[in-house]
Protein backbone atom coordinates (compact mmCIF):
# COMPACT_ATOMS: atom_id res chain seq x y z
CA UNK A 1 0.00 0.00 0.00
CA UNK A 2 1.39 3.46 -0.98
CA UNK A 3 2.14 5.87 1.55
CA UNK A 4 2.75 9.27 2.81
CA UNK A 5 4.35 8.84 6.06
CA UNK A 6 4.60 11.94 8.63
CA UNK A 7 7.18 11.49 11.42
CA UNK A 8 5.05 12.56 14.43
CA UNK A 9 1.33 12.29 14.78
CA UNK A 10 1.36 15.04 17.75
CA UNK A 11 4.17 17.20 18.88
CA UNK A 12 4.07 19.87 21.76
CA UNK A 13 7.21 22.27 21.69
CA UNK A 14 8.13 25.41 23.35
CA UNK A 15 8.26 29.06 21.54
CA UNK A 16 11.86 29.68 20.24
CA UNK A 17 12.52 25.98 19.75
CA UNK A 18 13.30 24.74 16.10
CA UNK A 19 11.18 22.08 14.60
CA UNK A 20 11.72 19.56 12.47
CA UNK A 21 8.14 18.04 10.60
CA UNK A 22 9.36 15.07 7.83
CA UNK A 23 7.80 13.56 5.37
CA UNK A 24 8.29 10.76 3.31
CA UNK A 25 6.49 8.84 0.29
CA UNK A 26 7.20 5.66 -1.37
CA UNK A 27 5.62 6.46 -4.86
CA UNK A 28 8.39 8.34 -6.25
CA UNK A 29 6.48 10.92 -6.83
CA UNK A 30 8.00 14.18 -8.00
CA UNK A 31 5.69 16.95 -6.86
CA UNK A 32 5.72 16.91 -2.49
CA UNK A 33 3.72 19.91 -0.30
CA UNK A 34 3.18 21.10 3.01
CA UNK A 35 0.00 22.52 4.50
CA UNK A 36 -1.44 24.26 7.54
CA UNK A 37 -4.84 23.74 8.36
CA UNK A 38 -6.64 26.01 10.84
CA UNK A 39 -10.27 25.84 11.48
CA UNK A 40 -12.10 28.56 9.28
CA UNK A 41 -9.16 29.12 7.09
CA UNK A 42 -9.10 25.80 5.39
CA UNK A 43 -5.83 24.20 4.21
CA UNK A 44 -2.74 27.09 2.79
CA UNK A 45 0.22 26.10 1.11
CA UNK A 46 3.34 26.81 2.60
CA UNK A 47 5.95 25.34 0.58
CA UNK A 48 5.79 22.77 -2.46
CA UNK A 49 8.62 20.72 -4.17
CA UNK A 50 8.58 19.78 -7.73
CA UNK A 51 12.30 18.12 -7.28
CA UNK A 52 15.16 17.06 -5.28
CA UNK A 53 16.52 20.16 -3.68
CA UNK A 54 14.17 22.59 -5.52
CA UNK A 55 11.47 24.52 -3.84
CA UNK A 56 8.60 26.69 -4.22
CA UNK A 57 6.85 29.69 -1.84
CA UNK A 58 3.52 28.63 -1.57
CA UNK A 59 0.71 31.54 0.31
CA UNK A 60 2.51 31.43 3.84
CA UNK A 61 6.26 30.66 3.76
CA UNK A 62 6.71 33.31 6.45
CA UNK A 63 8.79 31.33 9.54
CA UNK A 64 8.82 28.03 7.79
CA UNK A 65 11.83 26.91 5.84
CA UNK A 66 12.04 23.19 3.45
CA UNK A 67 14.75 20.83 2.86
CA UNK A 68 14.09 18.32 -0.45
CA UNK A 69 17.79 16.47 -0.30
CA UNK A 70 16.25 13.28 -1.15
CA UNK A 71 13.36 12.39 -3.50
CA UNK A 72 11.42 10.45 -0.96
CA UNK A 73 11.63 13.05 1.97
CA UNK A 74 10.33 17.01 2.64
CA UNK A 75 11.19 18.45 5.58
CA UNK A 76 9.25 21.46 7.01
CA UNK A 77 11.94 23.58 9.44
CA UNK A 78 9.95 26.33 11.55
CA UNK A 79 13.51 27.85 12.68
CA UNK A 80 11.90 29.18 15.65
CA UNK A 81 8.86 28.10 16.85
CA UNK A 82 5.62 30.70 17.87
CA UNK A 83 2.27 30.34 19.42
CA UNK A 84 0.58 31.78 16.24
CA UNK A 85 2.30 28.15 14.07
CA UNK A 86 0.04 25.87 16.43
CA UNK A 87 -1.74 24.33 13.93
CA UNK A 88 -2.45 20.46 11.66
CA UNK A 89 0.70 20.02 9.24
CA UNK A 90 0.07 18.09 6.55
CA UNK A 91 2.25 16.91 3.83
CA UNK A 92 1.68 15.79 0.32
CA UNK A 93 2.97 14.30 -2.95
CA UNK A 94 1.67 13.48 -6.02
CA UNK A 95 3.10 13.08 -9.91
CA UNK A 96 4.05 15.75 -11.87
CA UNK A 97 1.17 17.52 -13.97
CA UNK A 98 -2.38 17.25 -12.75
CA UNK A 99 -1.40 16.06 -9.56
CA UNK A 100 -2.07 12.23 -11.02
CA UNK A 101 -1.67 10.09 -7.58
CA UNK A 102 -2.46 13.03 -5.34
CA UNK A 103 -1.65 11.35 -1.61
CA UNK A 104 -1.99 12.83 1.73
CA UNK A 105 -0.12 12.25 4.77
CA UNK A 106 -1.95 11.60 8.27
CA UNK A 107 -0.78 14.60 9.61
CA UNK A 108 1.22 16.16 12.63
CA UNK A 109 -0.87 18.43 15.40
CA UNK A 110 2.02 20.74 16.53
CA UNK A 111 1.26 22.88 19.85
CA UNK A 112 3.48 25.68 20.15
CA UNK A 113 3.46 26.67 24.11
CA UNK B 1 -13.58 35.89 -4.49
CA UNK B 2 -11.68 32.19 -3.70
CA UNK B 3 -10.96 30.44 -6.71
CA UNK B 4 -13.03 27.51 -5.18
CA UNK B 5 -16.88 27.63 -3.92
CA UNK B 6 -17.81 25.28 -2.33
CA UNK B 7 -21.41 24.14 -1.09
CA UNK B 8 -22.91 23.96 1.24
CA UNK B 9 -20.72 24.80 4.24
CA UNK B 10 -22.50 22.34 6.78
CA UNK B 11 -25.15 19.60 5.81
CA UNK B 12 -26.80 17.58 8.00
CA UNK B 13 -28.77 14.47 6.61
CA UNK B 14 -30.88 11.71 8.20
CA UNK B 15 -29.40 8.16 7.42
CA UNK B 16 -30.38 6.78 4.01
CA UNK B 17 -30.91 9.98 2.17
CA UNK B 18 -29.16 11.08 -1.20
CA UNK B 19 -26.58 13.63 -0.75
CA UNK B 20 -25.25 16.45 -3.19
CA UNK B 21 -22.05 18.44 -2.66
CA UNK B 22 -21.63 21.29 -5.36
CA UNK B 23 -18.10 22.69 -6.25
CA UNK B 24 -17.60 25.82 -8.43
CA UNK B 25 -14.00 27.47 -9.71
CA UNK B 26 -13.19 30.20 -11.27
CA UNK B 27 -9.46 28.80 -12.97
CA UNK B 28 -8.91 26.96 -15.77
CA UNK B 29 -8.24 23.77 -15.21
CA UNK B 30 -7.90 20.04 -16.58
CA UNK B 31 -8.79 17.76 -13.99
CA UNK B 32 -10.38 18.49 -10.33
CA UNK B 33 -9.76 16.29 -6.85
CA UNK B 34 -12.49 14.94 -4.01
CA UNK B 35 -10.95 14.75 -0.65
CA UNK B 36 -12.21 13.64 2.07
CA UNK B 37 -11.41 13.88 6.13
CA UNK B 38 -12.71 12.44 9.15
CA UNK B 39 -12.63 13.89 12.65
CA UNK B 40 -9.18 14.29 13.74
CA UNK B 41 -7.84 11.93 10.49
CA UNK B 42 -5.96 12.92 7.36
CA UNK B 43 -7.12 13.42 4.21
CA UNK B 44 -8.20 10.80 1.63
CA UNK B 45 -8.47 11.20 -2.14
CA UNK B 46 -11.83 9.80 -3.82
CA UNK B 47 -11.75 11.10 -7.25
CA UNK B 48 -10.01 12.93 -9.57
CA UNK B 49 -11.83 13.77 -13.04
CA UNK B 50 -11.24 15.09 -15.99
CA UNK B 51 -14.82 14.75 -17.25
CA UNK B 52 -18.09 13.43 -17.27
CA UNK B 53 -18.52 11.13 -14.07
CA UNK B 54 -16.78 8.34 -11.86
CA UNK B 55 -18.26 6.04 -9.71
CA UNK B 56 -17.08 4.35 -6.15
CA UNK B 57 -19.56 2.54 -4.47
CA UNK B 58 -22.06 4.91 -3.24
CA UNK B 59 -19.90 7.83 -4.41
CA UNK B 60 -20.56 9.36 -7.51
CA UNK B 61 -18.51 12.20 -9.02
CA UNK B 62 -19.10 14.75 -11.99
CA UNK B 63 -17.96 17.26 -13.84
CA UNK B 64 -18.96 19.47 -16.14
CA UNK B 65 -15.34 21.36 -17.22
CA UNK B 66 -17.39 23.86 -19.51
CA UNK B 67 -19.28 24.98 -16.64
CA UNK B 68 -16.58 24.97 -14.12
CA UNK B 69 -18.32 22.97 -12.05
CA UNK B 70 -18.58 19.52 -10.33
CA UNK B 71 -20.46 17.83 -7.70
CA UNK B 72 -20.30 14.66 -5.09
CA UNK B 73 -23.14 12.22 -4.48
CA UNK B 74 -23.53 10.21 -1.95
CA UNK B 75 -26.28 7.58 -1.91
CA UNK B 76 -27.68 5.87 0.14
CA UNK B 77 -25.60 7.66 3.17
CA UNK B 78 -24.24 6.12 6.70
CA UNK B 79 -23.68 7.67 9.20
CA UNK B 80 -19.72 6.33 8.87
CA UNK B 81 -19.56 9.43 6.00
CA UNK B 82 -19.74 11.83 8.38
CA UNK B 83 -16.92 13.89 7.10
CA UNK B 84 -15.42 17.04 5.40
CA UNK B 85 -15.65 17.13 1.64
CA UNK B 86 -13.01 18.93 -0.16
CA UNK B 87 -12.79 19.77 -3.37
CA UNK B 88 -9.35 21.09 -5.02
CA UNK B 89 -7.89 21.98 -8.38
CA UNK B 90 -4.71 22.31 -9.84
CA UNK B 91 -4.40 25.51 -11.62
CA UNK B 92 -0.73 25.23 -12.35
CA UNK B 93 -0.96 21.55 -12.86
CA UNK B 94 2.03 21.26 -10.22
CA UNK B 95 -0.40 23.12 -7.38
CA UNK B 96 -3.76 22.70 -5.77
CA UNK B 97 -6.17 25.53 -4.59
CA UNK B 98 -8.96 23.91 -1.90
CA UNK B 99 -12.63 24.74 -1.09
CA UNK B 100 -13.45 25.49 2.15
CA UNK B 101 -14.90 22.35 3.11
CA UNK B 102 -18.28 20.78 3.19
CA UNK B 103 -18.95 19.27 6.74
CA UNK B 104 -21.35 16.45 6.89
CA UNK B 105 -23.17 14.72 9.57
CA UNK B 106 -25.31 12.27 8.93
CA UNK B 107 -27.50 10.85 11.55
CA UNK B 108 -29.14 7.53 12.61
Known amino acids: DVKVTQSSRYLVKRTGEKVFLECVQDMDHENMFWYRQDPGLGLRLIYF???????EKGDIPEGYSVSREKKERFSLILESASTNQTSMYLCASSFWGLNYGYTFGSGTRLTVV | KNEVEQSPQNLTAQEGEFITINCSYSVGISALHWLQQHPGGGIVSLFMLSSGKKKHGRLIATINIQEKHSSLHITASHPRDSAVYICAVPPYNNDMRFGAGTRLTVKP
Open chain 1, 49 to 55: SYDVKMK
